[in-house]
């Protein structure tokens, strides 16, 4: 909270985290509910099931043609058990990335919501972690209903898959902090496509379909510093059974990206609708 | 006198190489409806946000309910209502669901919200719109939906950002009576406006804000009687004609102006003056006899009509 509490200290002078964060984050949590409630539950059923359909395109119908896959550490598994995590940390990355991209932006520039969030009581930071749990929760239906049905197929080789639900939040609650932190300097419609136009080849190349070990050294490296290669990597680990050490990287990686995301998105609600 | 709820002097915002606010200083006793009277662009709606505790002062000191907006934002924002001048309504919930929610962003139990917004329903006259949709509500409801909702914390001072702009003359006397039973109350009122009859209905008194600065002080009265005359003869004599017939008038009226469409004569005896008119042989096209009105004050003070 660094960047947050040097903010305050350069601007105000005094208030401290009070003039940030009034704890009243679970409200704006219940205001989305509510609003999907009354609008667009259709939408969020959508998505649910695009990682479904990936799954049995790719995984039952390609993966008769492909066969097996050897993890890193000898383990073999089929090629459907192999995407399916992938397709899980996916789809929680896209219900956080919409909820805190797109949704965010209209709310920001058209509906207004947060000049109205931030003339009450609540301050900047109560905003952004309530905009973002929320998105994280629709990361976190989508990664049950998927599990679920990875279960129903059998793809889930071992009981640490359980441990897939806190790690898929994990990883939306990292996608959600980053995506409204970006979005918050975002103006136009067609600054907002840039978001598409990152994630689809980070989904299509980030090991999601095949492991890494197809790239060249220096391009392994750059998929490794992605975001969603990580979630992928934790995701597998998972539900495949094949724990190692790398897990507490991932985890690692993705409290760095909350943290930064966090911090930055309330800075710039501060100085967009507090200034 | 109790201590003032607004306090503010050589209050200043500048964004840029503009300045919006060029060091005013006001006060705002407690139950008083405070007004400030300007053309857009003025300065109002950036007094009104450094009041509001949503926008940091670039000089001077401003005190509000005794604290300081810039350390202590929260806590002035929790005890005010706030009406913006575009109405920024949650059109993803409903009618009483837009009360109850923000109500809880001040961090109000659900219960206590619910029993308010029933209460506030009946005072905007909307309990028959409590389960429509924000869209489906009239420009007038939709104000009155954000007055109530201004309300729901039972806030020290009302800010109202020009309440009735863009509403028909019905709605918006529909709105004036709402907001003249708060009054009646005792809540401290402060709006802006740029209509005079607005600010003749609902201020105890006002400022006239131009460029940023305050031009005059006082209730509408008091500034019409120092500001101007009893009455205004407005003549018009067609817009090639104006200047010419209003040169001829010079020394007849207290003050003349000219606008682009007619003639201001200023005078304690319209009708007497009418009569002097035609003596002079002028004949106008239309001629009409009325009261000054801020309208006079403001183009006395700054040589420019309020609404362009």
Not at chain 1, 181 to 191: H, L, V
Not at chain 1, 242 to 271: C, E, K, N
Not at chain 2, 128 to 146: C, F, H, I, Q, W
Request: charged residues 20%; hydrophobic residues 45%.
């Amino acid at each position: 909270m660094s960047i947050v509490e040097k903010a305050v200290n350069a601007r105000s002078g005094g208030g401290g985290v009070r003039a940030l964060y009034s704890g009243n984050a679970r409200i704006v949590v219940a205001r989305g509910l509510l609003a999907t409630k009354s609008t667009n539950w259709v939408v969020v059923f959508s998505g649910f099931f695009e990682p479904v359909f990936y799954l049995l395109a790719m995984g039952w119908g390609l993966g008769q043609f492909i066969g097996d896959v050897t993890l890193p550490s000898g383990t073999v598994v089929s090629y459907a058990a192999f995407i399916a995590p992938g397709l899980l940390a996916v789809s929680a990355m896209n219900g956080a990335v919409y909820d805190s991209t797109w949704n965010v932006f209209f709310k920001m520039h058209f509906g207004k919501l947060y000049d109205s969030m931030l003339s009450t009581s609540m301050g900047p930071l109560d905003v952004a972690l309530g905009e973002i749990l929320y998105a994280l929760l629709r990361g976190g239906v989508y990664a049950i209903g998927f599990l679920t049905v990875m279960q129903v197929l059998g793809l889930n080789l071992s009981w640490t898959a359980a441990l897939a639900i806190p790690a898929v939040l994990l990883v939306a609650f990292g996608f959600a902090s980053l995506g409204m932190a970006i979005t918050s300097y975002m103006k136009t419609f067609q600054q907002m496509d840039w978001i598409n136009i990152v994630m689809l080849p980070m989904f299509l190349f980030s090991a999601t379909f095949y492991p890494l070990s197809v790239y060249s050294e220096p391009i392994q490296w750059l998929i490794k510093a992605l975001p969603l290669w990580h979630a992928v990597e934790l995701v597998r680990s998972l539900t495949t059974g094949d724990l190692t050490g790398a897990i507490a990287i991932h985890v690692a990686y993705f409290a760095a990206m909350i943290a930064l995301g966090l911090s930055f998105t309330t800075v710039r609600l501060r100085a967009l609708f507090l200034d | 006198m109790s201590a003032p709820v607004i306090a503010a002097q050589g209050l200043t915002k500048t964004f840029g190489d503009l300045t919006a606010v060029a060091g005013i200083d006001f006060e705002v006793p407690p139950g008083e409806s405070f007004g400030l009277l300007g053309p857009n662009g003025a300065g109002k709606s950036t007094t009104m946000r450094m009041v509001g505790a949503v926008s940091s002062r670039t000089s001077g000191s401003l005190t509000v309910l005794g604290l300081d907006p810039e350390t202590h934002g929260p806590e002035i924002r929790s005890q005010l209502g706030v009406v913006p001048q575009e109405d920024n309504l949650d059109t993803e919930l409903r009618v009483r669901d837009n009360l109850i929610v923000y109500g809880r962003y001040f961090g109000l139990p659900r219960r206590l919200c619910a029993t308010r917004a029933d209460e506030l329903l009946t005072f905007a006259q909307l309990e028959d719109k409590a389960r429509a949709k924000v869209d489906d509500l009239s420009g007038g409801m939709k104000r009155r939906l954000t007055i109530a909702r201004a309300l729901i914390n039972e806030p020290r001072i009302l800010m109202l950002d020009e309440p009735t702009t863009g509403l028909d003359p019905q709605a918006r006397h529909v709105l004036w009576d709402r907001l003249f039973r708060l009054k009646e109350r005792g809540t401290t009122l402060v709006l802006t406006t740029h209509y005079m009859d607005e600010a003749e209905q609902l201020c105890d008194r006002l400022v006239v804000v131009d460029h940023g600065r305050i031009m005059a002080e006082g209730s509408p009265a008091s500034l019409i009687r120092e500001y101007s005359t009893r009455e205004v003869v407005e003549l018009r004599f067609g817009s090639d004609h104006n200047a010419s017939a209003a040169a001829q008038l010079e020394g007849a009226a207290q003050r003349v102006e000219v606008l682009p469409d007619r003639v201001l004569l200023y005078t304690d005896d319209g009708e007497g003056l009418l009569e002097r008119v035609a003596h002079l042989g002028l004949h106008p096209t239309t001629s009409l006899v009325r009261r000054s009105s801020l309208e006079d004050v403001f183009l006395r003070l700054t040589g420019r009509s309020l609404i362009e």
